[in-house]
């Protein structure tokens, strides 16, 4: 079958390779549609300790199911899905207490050995498989993935809905929290990113402020609107020492911050200022089956759209796609790799 394989820093190319083997408890999918993450993009650029030449990435998909193996049921061959692409081993302290995305010993398709849905078809175990409606379009569908890390964040950070949240990176992640606490509710949201093009699409989308992290008063204009004193809800999307350090500054005392990025490992923050402010940090990382759920389900009510800033190409040009989200990417957010057969018309 034919796949879009990470071949070294910057390089993809379209090989053919095995078939995947469908095994007990497994559906095999016709994927149609496969979107590009942050972590896809860090991977072609080299960046990535786990995504390793030879390798067929992705992992947020909309595909069809062609046939399952034994000991499946409930899934008739062409039903349209995704499927949730942390896997878990089930039956560790993590596991059993609903947190599968620290199981010591998840998996991700697209990542380490276990290839991805760059590739016409996949088997994936049928428990992760989640059906779509057919009205559903494929750009739509591929963002459960994301929304679906979003949503997680949001459980395990807020008990409260805060009053001004300043959202710093407006990336696909970054977006996704914008649309969702508009969604949720929150009266003042802001974005922060140095990519015009972006924060545009973040003024459509909600923003009540955009601020250019280039500024040399970025955190300023933040902590300015913020009524002077700073935002109540900080989320950091980015994952760099510097846009780590604008998050700390941008929050308010007692504020929550809420780290997701995952550009750098090891970034300094003024601890003993955080300390003394008393700033509740966060991390969140992927999402649990139940998140993946809830995102299915906010997805489908289409309550939202992503679709002008969302750029779709055949796989075949991967490498092109690849090449201009990683350096040039302009106002598009997400983009997506057409595989097989469009599952909807149009
Ligand atoms: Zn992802
Ligand atoms: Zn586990």
Same mark, same amino acid.
């Given at each position: 079958?034919?796949?879009?394989?990470?071949?070294?820093?910057?390089?993809?190319?379209?090989?053919?390779?095995?078939?995947?083997?469908?095994?007990?408890?497994?559906?095999?999918?016709?994927?149609?549609?496969?979107?590009?993450?942050?972590?896809?993009?860090?991977?072609?650029?080299?960046?990535?300790?786990?995504?390793?030449?030879?390798?067929?990435?992705?992992?947020?998909?909309?595909?069809?199911?062609?046939?399952?193996?034994?000991?499946?049921?409930?899934?008739?061959?062409?039903?349209?899905?995704?499927?949730?692409?942390?896997?878990?081993?089930?039956?560790?302290?993590?596991?059993?207490?609903?947190?599968?995305?620290?199981?010591?010993?998840?998996?991700?398709?697209?990542?380490?050995?276990?290839?991805?849905?760059?590739?016409?078809?996949?088997?994936?175990?049928?428990?992760?498989?989640?059906?779509?409606?057919?009205?559903?379009?494929?750009?739509?569908?591929?963002?459960?993935?994301?929304?679906?890390?979003?949503?997680?964040?949001?459980?395990?950070?807020?008990?409260?809905?805060?009053?001004?949240?300043?959202?710093?990176?407006?990336?696909?992640?970054?977006?996704?929290?914008?649309?969702?606490?508009?969604?949720?509710?929150?009266?003042?949201?802001?974005?922060?990113?140095?990519?015009?093009?972006?924060?545009? @699409? !973040?003024?459509?989308? +909600? #923003?009540? =402020? %955009?601020?250019? &992290?280039?500024?040399?008063?970025?955190?300023?204009?933040?902590?300015?609107?913020?009524?002077?004193?700073?935002?109540?809800?900080?989320?950091?999307?980015?994952?760099?020492?510097?846009?780590?350090?604008?998050?700390? @500054? !941008?929050?308010?005392? +007692? #504020?929550? =911050? %809420?780290?997701? &990025?995952?550009?750098?490992?090891?970034?300094?923050?003024?601890?003993?200022?955080?300390?003394?402010?008393?700033?509740?940090?966060?991390?969140?990382?992927?999402?649990?089956?139940?998140?993946?759920?809830?995102?299915?389900?906010?997805?489908?009510?289409?309550?939202?759209?992503?679709?002008?800033?969302?750029?779709?190409?055949?796989?075949?040009?991967?490498?092109?796609?690849?090449?201009?989200?990683?350096?040039?990417?302009?106002?598009?957010?997400?983009?997506?790799?057409?595989?097989?057969?469009?599952?909807?018309?149009?």
């Amino acid at each position: 079958m034919r796949a879009l394989v990470y071949v070294g820093p910057e390089r993809m190319e379209m090989q053919q390779v095995a078939e995947p083997e469908l095994r007990p408890g497994e559906a095999l999918l016709a994927v149609s549609a496969a979107g590009v993450c942050g972590s896809d993009i860090h991977g072609f650029l080299g960046h990535s300790e786990r995504r390793k030449a030879g390798l067929v990435m992705g992992h947020e998909t909309v595909a069809r199911v062609l046939e399952t193996g034994p000991g499946v049921s409930g899934w008739r061959p062409k039903a349209r899905v995704c499927f949730n692409p942390l896997v878990s081993c089930g039956v560790c302290p993590a596991c059993l207490s609903g947190r599968q995305n620290v199981c010591p010993d998840w998996r991700l398709f697209g990542m380490d050995r276990l290839h991805g849905t760059y590739a016409e078809r996949i088997a994936v175990p049928a428990c992760q498989l989640h059906s779509l409606s057919e009205s559903l379009p494929e750009e739509e569908a591929i963002l459960v993935e994301p929304m679906a890390v979003v949503l997680h964040a949001f459980r395990i950070s807020l008990v409260e809905t805060p009053g001004t949240m300043a959202i710093v990176g407006a990336g696909p992640i970054g977006m996704l929290a914008l649309v969702l606490a508009k969604l949720r509710g929150l009266p003042q949201v802001c974005v922060m990113d140095v990519n015009e093009g972006r924060l545009e @699409a !973040a003024r459509r989308l +909600g #923003a009540d =402020l %955009v601020v250019h &992290g280039g500024h040399r008063d970025a955190v300023e204009e933040v902590r300015a609107w913020a009524g002077g004193a700073g935002a109540e809800c900080v989320l950091e999307a980015v994952g760099l020492a510097a846009t780590r350090r604008a998050a700390v @500054a !941008a929050a308010a005392k +007692g #504020a929550r =911050l %809420v780290f997701l &990025g995952l550009a750098e490992n090891e970034s300094a923050l003024p601890w003993i200022e955080m300390t003394r402010n008393e700033q509740a940090v966060f991390t969140a990382f992927a999402y649990t089956p139940r998140d993946f759920q809830a995102s299915v389900r906010l997805v489908e009510s289409r309550r939202f759209d992503l679709k002008p800033w969302t750029e779709s190409l055949p796989l075949e040009e991967g490498q092109r796609g690849f090449l201009k989200i990683a350096h040039d990417p302009g106002s598009t957010l997400k983009l997506l790799l057409r595989v097989g057969e469009p599952s909807r018309a149009a």
